[in-house]
């Protein structure tokens, strides 16, 4: 069936350093990928996105790109905030059939002053 | 533009009382799911709706939960009877109508959730 891992959490970093929050998927066919983050008391938001393989999705200094040879799509960014401190979620949605989103288990990331 | 709105913001009930939450979604969105987030885990779709046509019920509970969508726009999830499991926060998403091409680029809109606690 279709499915996604992500790195277990939670993430602790410092300011300024470099983050990469892992995410491999499982599906038959070409679903699309996305990241959401949930800042504390809101719902899921969407971070980025990418519909095709090679495709790089990109916001707020975050990036990830669609790897289909690895199934993978890992998030990263260059330098994290202290407002990036959030819960990440990895999530693939089939396009066709019933156009189900399926949702990774979340990492945590906290970062530090 | 508006997002989605959900409420109650939270809901504190004991177990076998009955609990109602209410959604509507973003103007235009055809689409709509109710999600079930448990603490540490990530949103499980409970029902997926098109207009006011199910597509997806798989994962609902049936003996106890139910949802509708009349009119194809403003949503309600009850549990009746509640049990302790259901502990967790419910989300609401909507999307651009499924299988259009602009879907394939959509991604869900969600609201602030419910977080219902069954004591």
């Known amino acids: 069936g279709n499915s996604v891992t992500q790195m277990e959490g939670p993430v602790t970093l410092s300011e300024e350093a470099f983050l990469t929050i892992n995410c491999t998927y499982t599906?038959?066919?070409?679903?699309?990928l996305f990241w959401y983050v949930q800042y504390p008391g809101e719902g899921l938001q969407l971070l980025l996105k990418?519909?095709?393989?090679?495709d790089k999705g990109s916001n707020k200094g975050f990036e990830a790109t669609y790897r289909k040879e690895t199934t993978s799509f890992h998030l990263e960014k260059g330098s994290v905030q202290v407002s990036d401190s959030a819960v990440y979620f990895c999530?693939?949605?089939?396009?066709?059939?019933?156009?189900?989103?399926?949702f990774g288990a979340g990492t945590r990331l906290f970062v530090k002053a | 533009e508006a997002g989605v709105a959900q409420s109650p913001r939270y809901k504190i009930i004991e177990k076998r009382q009955s609990v109602a939450f209410w959604c509507n979604p973003i103007?235009?969105?055809?689409?709509l799911y109710w999600y079930q987030q448990i603490l540490g885990q990530g949103p499980k779709l409970l029902i997926q709706?098109?207009?006011?046509?199910?597509?997806?019920d798989s994962q609902l509970p049936k003996d106890r939960f139910s949802a509708e969508r009349l009119k194809g726009v403003d949503s309600t999830l009850k549990i009746q009877p509640a049990k302790l499991e259901d502990s967790a926060v419910y989300l609401c998403?909507?999307?651009?109508?499924?299988?259009?091409?602009?879907?394939?680029?959509?991604?869900?809109?969600f609201g602030n959730g419910t977080r219902l606690t069954v004591t």
């Open positions: 599906a038959t066919g070409y679903p699309s």
């Open positions: 990418a519909t095709k393989a090679d």
């Open positions: 999530a693939l949605r089939k396009n066709t059939g019933g156009f189900k989103t399926i």
């Open positions: 709706f098109q207009n006011n046509g199910v597509v997806d």
């Open positions: 103007s235009g969105h055809a689409t």
């Open positions: 998403a909507s999307s651009l109508a499924l299988g259009s091409q602009a879907s394939y680029n959509s991604p869900l809109h």
